[in-house]
């Protein structure tokens, strides 16, 4: 009896084997003796050619999926052709900025984003035969200082903020499948890489415990938290080492948080590791390192380099086996090692007959929409005018100004979308028949005066050019900043338009259409109303018209704090965040605080409470806090829970975001709000024991609606 099912057993095993010419091709097999099987079937030049973002094996039969960027939706057009260079755009579902999905403080919704997104990478990848499935995505660096170039494609300065952001986008990209992904999500770019100019050289320099504490903090939650096995390396050198080849990689992402996927350069970043950073002798010595810290994928030429490495003796095709075993975890999980797909949920995207295009349905127009309208941040809606929102039966002209109102710019990461309404566009359709939209781009030979004169309401859009207009390395308006180049300064050169027309129209309503922040001093001080919102969306001018005459309420908020003077900042390039950086470290007194942002209506906090007075390592807290839409408009509250360390015995940030969460109250209602805070998340480094740490002692609960505007407080002791 014994011998019948051990046979039936064999009979079965060898029924399913013969069903794939190679042991890689079944699913059912495990993950690592499927890449065993691949590896001891190709060849040193297949292996060689997986070190690339396109590790194809033609002569296996395996088309495996490259890379994409996808920042806020699909690119595969746009300013940088990413459809290809003289290729027809695809166009896709385009979101606002990144900095701009971090301003809605809604990960349901950000998670909703992504997962739009991944599905059109899948149509795209599979209907198309356009794009790749590996999306680089989200961009999981801090915006510690408002020069940086790149801040528009960050979600703000917080490490526990961008980490939770992070975890939401790249679960929507990879879908809740338990076996397959429906993208891979490539986060980028390890490690604290954020300065443009001379990042192919320089070093950002800081401590240990700043190193676990902050920078590394949002890519340790992307993998543990979110599930992405795959990331970027940065330009730039840490602590000394360019970030291609610092032990960083293996020692801490893949030995201590189990990424064991994909790990690639940044474009070109190997030309540099010896043009610019100068650290190698040769080329072939620097694929060594490259390989041998974990680097598996190369954006760049490198072919020649590894071949040398390996005829040199520095590198060894086992070597090369150990690294490249990570890009093909990654391929099983998109399912592309599978000889068959019918266990795959996300194969059959974009194969059926007839198949609307997704971005043409009105499912991902809405989402769009609700994305750009929940974005938006009400700066000032001065309470003795209360411009805001427009009473369209007072109003009968509106002046639209500016060099932002007629057009929805595109970063260099986005895609191209498949229609845009502009600012003006959206705001002459809100405002109807019976009120007359004017229209000037600036005030030559005095047109903008004189249209804000003879308006009731005159609103001036203004903010950076996205790609600023130029050349790649060069921004000619010392404001703007991009890829490659930092900000000179923080002042709106619009400002003297924002002047005259206040002086011709007291009633005027600047929209700040920017991807970072301005010292707008006069603004503030002067303009009743003001909103921020940032480039990009679709949906720009819809959305924005919908906040300025109230058909959506206003409750986005900042994620980064907005200094008064560019002399409130450090060094660009002192990356020691305690040196007054960030709403954490900042002595000064800010322009905008971190999460800040106001509604048309009011909020009361009401009651802070806890589940516990006591908090222990691996444990959790349950705060609820209750609060009341005091107003007479629904609206939404964003709930922010700082924690503060009062008798720390070792320096710590003055308060530190730990929970929130975006909250819907009709008017008059009352609701409480649940949130959970996380022992490990209130721990620190210890340098000397090399390991994270719960300090006993006392935290302060500080909850309200932004980080200077603290309400309620309660102390628990942490053991």
Known sequence: MKFLKLYILLLISTTALAQYKYPFQNPTLDTEKRIDNLLQL?????????????PSVPRLGIKAAGHVEGLHGLALGGPGEWGGKGKAPLTTTTFPQAYGLGETWDTELLQKVAAVEGYETRYAYQ???????????????????????????????????????????????QGNDKKYWQTAALMKHFLANSNEDGRTYTSSDFDERLFREYYSLP??????????????????KVNGIPAMVHPMLKDITVKEWGQNGIICTDGGAFGLLLSDHKYYADKFLGAAAAVKAGINQFLDDYADAVYGAVANGYLTEKEIDAVIRGDYRVMIKLGLLDSETKANPFAAIGTEKDVTDPWATEAHKKLALEATQKSIVLLKNAPTKQLLPLDKTKIKRIAVIGPRADEVLLDWYSGTPPYTVTPLAGIKAKAGENIEVTYALDNKDGKAVALAKNADVAIVVVGNHPWCNAGWNQCPVPSNGKESVDR???????????????????????????????????????????VHMTHNSQETGTALANVLFGDYNPAGRLTQTWVKDITDLPELMDYNIRHGRTYMYFKGKSLYAFGYGLSYTTFVYKALETNTTSLKKNGTVTVNVTLTNTGSRDGEEVVQLYVAHPDSKIERPVKELKAFARVALKAGETKTVPLTLRAKDFEYWNTQKQRFELEPGTLELQTGGASDNIVLKKNIKTE
């Open 488 to 530: 000179q300064s923080l002042e709106l050169e619009y400002e003297d338009l924002v002047k005259v027309v206040q002086q011709a129209n007291p009633n005027t309503v600047v929209v700040l259409m920017s991807s970072f922040p301005y010292s707008i001093n006069w603004t503030q001080e002067h303009v009743p109303a003001i």
């Open 127 to 173: 209907h198309y035969n356009r794009g790749a499935l590996v999306v680089r995505a989200p961009n999981a660096d801090l915006a510690r200082d408002p020069r940086w170039g790149r801040t528009e494609e960050s979600y703000g300065e917080d490490a526990f903020f961008n980490g939770t952001m992070t975890v939401a986008f790249v679960k929507g990209l």
């Open 219 to 236: 890519f340790k939650m992307g993998v543990e938290e979110g599930g992405s096995r795959a990331y970027m390396a940065a330009y730039n």
């Open 42 to 54: 190709m060849t040193l030049d297949e292996k060689i050619h997986a070190l690339s973002t396109n």
